[in-house]
């Protein structure tokens, strides 16, 4: 069973469509990079995958449910590009409060929170307000409250932005570990070199569109291109630069 699948969508703010006719699917234990310029569409297709954008058509499935039933919300989280966080709560409060709208006892989830503490060097801010973190802490402050929960779908907006090389590590192992419990990542991102290196698939959107889907190995067979993924993207999309 797929743990996320597009068909036919289409869909943008208002009558005006931004992505045309999206068709891709996430399996159990997959990472999946979506891969686009800024302005692409990949944006709007998570926006469609959260549910905060209605399709004009088309099907978004979690665990082959309608995104649109409440019960799904559970079994994904996300992970935005700019850090989303309440000023008056402390991070160990962050922590208490995803626990509690994921349904995950307390005491629980602060054991799944210590070793993410430790990973991004976070452990002896337990007590502190974000108003006292920079953009580098607070994206991590959102990784750690995503990771806690451990659901069968994490979605992250431009992952690595923000974050210090050791963060950036620390990330990487995080998905592994999560792929390796049957967990699946959608990650959008332009920065391929770092995505050639952990994701097993990749979706490109142009335009709107998607244009490619496959692993590395597929993709060069596809395009004839045996380079690395900025080469292929490249070559499908005749840019000549990534953003």
Known sequence: MNILELQNVTGGYGKTPIIHDISFSLKEGEIVGLIGLNGAGKSTTIKHILGLLSPHSGEI??????????????????????PILYEELTLREHI???????????????????????????????????????????QKVMLICAFVVEPELFIIDEPFLGLDPLGIEGLIELMISM?????????????????????????????????????????????????????????????????
């Open 61 to 82: 499935k979690v665990l082959d449910k309608n995104i649109r039933d409440e019960n799904m919300r559970k079994h994904l989280t996300y992970i935005p590009e700019t």
């Open 96 to 138: 208490h409060m995803t626990a509690m709208a994921y349904g995950l006892i307390e005491d629980e989830a602060m054991t799944r929170a210590k070793p993410l503490l430790k990973l991004f060097r976070l452990e002896n801010e337990l007590d502190k307000f974000p108003a006292h973190f920079s953009k580098g802490m607070k």
């Open 179 to 243: 792929r390796n419990k049957g967990k699946s990542i959608l990650m959008s991102t332009h920065i391929l070199a770092t995505a050639e290196r952990y994701c097993d698939r990749y979706i490109i959107i142009h335009h709107g569109k998607k244009i490619a889907d496959g692993t590395i190995d597929s993709l060069r067979e596809e395009t004839g291109i045996n380079g690395t993924l900025d080469d292929i993207y490249l070559h499908l999309t005749g840019d000549s630069n990534v953003d």
